[in-house]
């Protein structure tokens, strides 16, 4: 017999304004792939309620939505009490009530400093809100290695989940749920996870006993490393990302933005990024592909593609 409830997981992206489908409603179709999605227009700008009503009744019953805390409360007054901090954070819990959403997420900026005086400068700010049901989520970026322990207790106070990128870190911190924006290893979130790294991330979601897992893409392939994970938890197998397989995948891949000519540093740090097909099994990089090809400008994929068959 089961002794506790088994995880729910939740897998999306970091909006869904590039899930265009030709004469569709892009929130309508991506809510039937995906069953979260974070809202980030709220970060940049004030959205209308009305609008958000509209969100809500476009998608299933089941659907979650996170919301992102508007940034003139994280970067520009940096977490600390006033009469606007306070607007903001009221007006995102109208949001989250109309979205039915549990999750208020904070991001603040990796220029912050945490001095003791900048820690109870934010306690008080936390200390005067009033979240009431909705879970506050805070990924705290970061140039130093370490956070202060002082601000580690105090988001263990509050019950705030840390978020972090589990292709790179895992939370500092135990809680009943985690919360993973993933970005990946690449640079301006030019990055697409392999099958490998997927399930590495899976692998991490399994070490403690959460009772909610949320898992939010925001690199450039976010949708199909989004739709690849939800694949695997459904299917226990990873779908291709190809129709092809070695060169002919290689090809394919190179064939969709390369522009020529080309240099191989360029051609590794513009498309080595990608994702390709070595086998029906395996998924690699682009770029485990290109890294032994000599040292030249290449101007065309067949190029390309025929000094990989001789190396």
Not at 10 to 38: C, H, K, M, Q
């Given at each position: 017999m089961c002794l506790f409830k088994l995880a729910e997981y939740?897998?999306?992206?970091?909006?869904?304004?590039?899930?265009?489908?030709?004469?569709?409603?892009?929130?309508?179709?991506?809510?039937?792939?995906?069953?979260?999605?974070?809202v980030n227009a709220s970060f940049y700008r004030t959205i209308p309620l009305r609008l958000v009503e509209s969100w809500r009744k476009r998608v299933p019953p089941n659907f979650e939505f996170s919301v992102r805390l508007n940034k003139i409360v994280s970067h520009k007054y940096e977490m600390e009490a006033n009469e606007i901090t306070f607007k903001l954070f009221e007006y995102t819990k109208k949001m989250c009530r109309v979205l039915k959403s549990e999750t208020i997420v904070i991001e603040t900026p990796d220029t912050l400093e945490y001095s003791d005086h900048k820690v109870r400068k934010i306690a008080d700010f936390l200390s005067s809100l009033n979240p009431g049901s909705i879970r506050l989520a805070w990924e705290v970026r970061r140039r130093q290695k370490q956070l202060p322990s002082a601000l580690i207790d105090l988001m263990k106070e509050h019950n705030i989940i840390h978020i972090i990128d589990l292709s790179k870190d895992m939370p500092l911190y135990e809680s009943d749920q985690i919360y993973s924006r993933l970005f990946g290893k690449g640079e301006h979130n030019m990055y697409q996870f392999t099958d490998e790294e997927l399930l590495n991330i899976y692998d991490k979601t399994q070490k403690r006993k959460y009772e909610k897992v949320i898992l939010t893409f925001h690199g450039v392939r976010m949708y199909k490393d989004a739709a690849r994970l939800n694949m695997y938890l459904k299917e226990k197998r990873f779908p291709s990302v190809t129709k092809h397989q070695g060169l002919r995948s290689l090809e394919a891949v190179l064939s969709e933005d390369t522009d020529f000519p080309i240099s191989k540093e360029d051609l590794i740090r513009n498309q080595g990024w990608k994702v390709m097909d070595l086998t029906k099994q395996k998924r690699i990089h682009v770029s485990e592909m290109l890294i032994d090809l000599p040292k030249r400008v290449y101007k065309s994929v067949d190029e390309i593609i025929s000094f990989c068959c001789n190396y």
């Open positions: 939740l897998i999306g992206t970091g909006g869904w304004a590039y899930f265009n489908i030709p004469g569709r409603d892009s929130l309508e179709e991506y809510s039937r792939i995906y069953n979260f999605v974070e």
